[in-house]
């Protein structure tokens, strides 16, 4: 005689279904409230500094980090054509943000560099950013702000690691509205560490 076995069963599958659910739910609000965060950045970009608008931010900010890039290295890391790059740049340029100068390495080969002036003026945005941080995030604990720091250096290493880069969801948009010294605004991500945190080249977001 074959001994009986009870097998009992768990609620198991609902419990799945609501794992997911919520899951849904917090991935939603993240898309709702990083959508708010650029979109309250392309607003403030303007007030920031009247010679930069959010995309001019995102390239010096580039161009700062890492002195002597391409237009193609822009054009490349950001997903966008070089037509686009070489309109952006130009922009830069008229404005006297940045130069252009030979490549000692291939003297055909032109790299970006900040003027003076463009230092100046970034220096200026960078703490205009601190500041509004730091107003905003003033009651804020030391252990929520490592928290905080710590699960944006996680979304953005996680980004990294899927290739996923700014032109791919949200990121630099020559076409997200004007400001600044003509040139485009844009939700971008900035080239330097900073900059990596999500949208946090957007100036005062």
């Not at 009992?8 to 990083?34: G, K």
């Not at 690691?161 to 990121?171: C, I, N």
Request: glycine share 12%; net charge negative; proline share 4%.
């Amino acid at each position: 005689m074959q001994p009986c076995v009870y097998v009992v069963l768990y609620n198991q599958p609902e419990e799945v279904v609501h794992v997911a659910q919520d899951r849904d739910v917090a991935l939603e609000t993240i898309q709702r409230e990083m959508t708010a965060f650029a979109r309250r950045a392309r607003g403030i970009a303007a007030h920031m500094h009247p010679e930069l608008s959010l995309v001019s931010f995102t390239l010096l900010s580039h161009v700062e980090y890492q002195p002597g890039c391409r237009a193609t290295d822009l054009a490349a890391h950001y997903l966008l054509d070089k037509s686009t790059i070489s309109r952006q740049v130009s922009v830069l340029e008229r404005a006297g943000l940045v130069a252009r100068g030979a490549d000692p390495v291939d003297a055909r080969v032109h790299v970006l560099h900040l003027t003076a002036h463009g230092e100046e003026v970034l220096a200026q945005v960078n703490e205009a950013r601190r500041r509004a941080f730091r107003r905003r995030l003033a009651d804020w604990g030391a252990a929520d702000l490592d928290r905080f720091a710590g699960y944006l250096l996680r979304y953005n290493a996680a980004a990294d690691e899927a290739g996923e880069e700014a032109g791919e969801s949200g990121g630099l948009d020559p076409s997200a509205g004007s400001g600044g010294s003509g040139g485009p605004g844009a939700s971008g991500r900035s080239g330097g560490p900073e900059g990596r945190a999500g949208e946090d080249a957007s100036p005062g977001a």
